[in-house]
Structures are given as C-alpha cells and as structure tokens.
C-alpha cells in the first residue's frame, strides 16, 4: 500500500513543464531550477531535450551528464534510417502529429554529436540497481566539472530502486530531483522506502502519473512521475498536505491520444 503520508506535499507557483512534448517532459519550480549549474539526467535512449531545455534556464550550465549504456551513435544512425519510410509517408499525409516524432528520431544522430558542444557528456553506464553507479557518483562527477548544485533527473526503469545511496551526504549539492517510479503495481514496499530517505531532505512539488501505464485500485498512478525540491528551499511556514492532479496548464498526458490521470496525493 503506498503510503500517503510520503506523498504529500506542497505547490509551487511557478511550475513550468520543460522538454519533450508528451512522454519525456517533467515538471519543476522555475526558481529552484534557476539555482542549478549542472544537470544529470539518468536515462535518456534517445531523448535528452529535457536535460538541454532545463540547462537554458540555469544563469551558468557547468555540464549536462547523461547516462544510459543502451544508446550509442551506430543504435541512433540505425533508427533514424529505420525511420525513414515512416517520415516520408508521414509527409504525403500531412501528419503533423507523427511526422514530428519521426523528425525526432532521424535527428537524433545530429542532435547526439551536437551534444558535446552544449556541455554534455554521455556515460555509457548503467545507473542504480544492483550493480550501476549510485547517485553520489554521479553527484561527485557534476562536481568534479564544475557544478555545484545539480539537478537530478532519474528514469531508469525500475533501477531507480537501488540508486540513492546516503541522500543525507549528497543533498546539499541537489537542490532538484525528478524521479520517474516503476512497478508499484507488483510492491509498493520499495516505493515507500526510497520516498522516506528521500523526504528527510526533501519535499515533493509535483507528481505526473503516466497515463499510459494506469492507475492502482487506490488511485495512485502506476508509473509517477515525482519532482522534489530540497527542504531548506521551501518556506518554513509552509506545510505537506495531499494535492489534487493533474496540474491545468502544466500537466500534459504520455499520449496525445490518452487522457490525463486525475488523482490526489
């Protein structure tokens, strides 16, 4: 059973969504972004416009560190030739809406070797589980390039459950995390562990529910998405209490074709 109590937090007034449309943007405080000087986004296969729309908004980007050991320049160039087809019937068609995530996808491989020149770095790593890099290492690498108040952004499927590794000793250098949860559906006994280290620093400010992945008989998404802001940023005066979702204006579904969730945490 999740528990709610973890869940409860407070609404900042300046959220704004940033990255992708659809499946790939995440929600977070305008201000707290601003105070951030480096980005490390866990997960990113062929998407990362997150990490590099969130660096626009900082005052000074150190570095953008991305880790998947899945994408590569050669798995990139075969997609974006597998999309072709795809792309041109797409465009005979006037399908605006398709044609956009395949122009997505053919670029990748330009977008890939672009990277470094935005201040990024690809670590062919995996990050959490059993055996991948922790937070903290990924949090001394920022440091190590010049950053020191990172933005954490964590979708790595499932592996999310073995990553944060003494939140205390990192914190302090982590103004923001984003953290996309999986398969609560099976145990929500991982879930609720990882939220109680995360929440003696932390507060949540938004959680997105997946809308393709449904909700539990709770309510609660399957798949949420959850951004913290670190306590000490937050007004003193300003209590966690459960919150309605979606956000109007902010919130957006996993699928053009899908409905939002609506729930409360």
């Not at 296969?45 to 150190?62: G, I, L, N, Q, V």
């Not at 390039?145 to 000793?169: M, P, Q, R, T």
């Not at 959680?207 to 003193?236: K, M, W, Y």
């Amino acid at each position: 059973m999740i528990n709610r109590e973890l869940t409860k937090g407070v609404r900042p007034v300046d959220l704004i969504r940033i990255g992708r449309a659809f499946d790939g943007g995440y929600v977070v405080p305008r201000s707290v972004l601003s105070l951030c000087d480096a980005v490390v986004g866990l997960g990113v296969k062929d998407d990362w416009t997150f990490e590099t729309t969130a660096s626009t908004h900082m005052h000074a980007c150190r570095c953008i560190h991305l880790y998947d050991p899945s994408t590569s320049l050669a798995w990139l160039c075969y997609r974006a030739i597998g999309v072709l087809p795809k792309l041109f019937v797409h465009s005979l068609l006037l399908d605006a809406r398709r044609l956009q995530n395949d122009v997505h996808r053919a670029m990748a491989p330009v977008r890939y070797m672009l990277l470094r020149r935005q201040g990024g770095t690809h670590f062919q790593e995996w990050a959490g589980g059993e055996g991948g890099v922790k937070a903290s290492e990924t949090i001394r690498r920022a440091q190590a390039a010049g950053g020191s108040a990172v933005l954490l952004k964590v979708d790595i499927e499932g592996a999310e459950y073995g990553l944060f590794d003494d939140v205390n000793a990192w914190a302090g250098n982590v103004p923001l995390v984003v953290v996309e949860f999986h398969g609560l559906g099976e145990n929500a006994g991982p879930f609720n562990s990882v939220l109680r280290d995360l929440t003696k620093c932390y507060t949540p400010v938004h959680i997105h529910g997946n809308s393709g992945a449904g909700q539990l008989a709770c309510g609660f998404p399957c798949v949420p998405e959850i951004t913290f802001v670190r306590s000490d940023l937050i007004a003193a005066a300003t209590s966690r209490r459960s919150l309605h979702y979606p956000v109007a204006g902010v919130d957006q579904p996993s699928h053009r074709d899908q409905l939002e969730l609506a729930f409360e945490a």
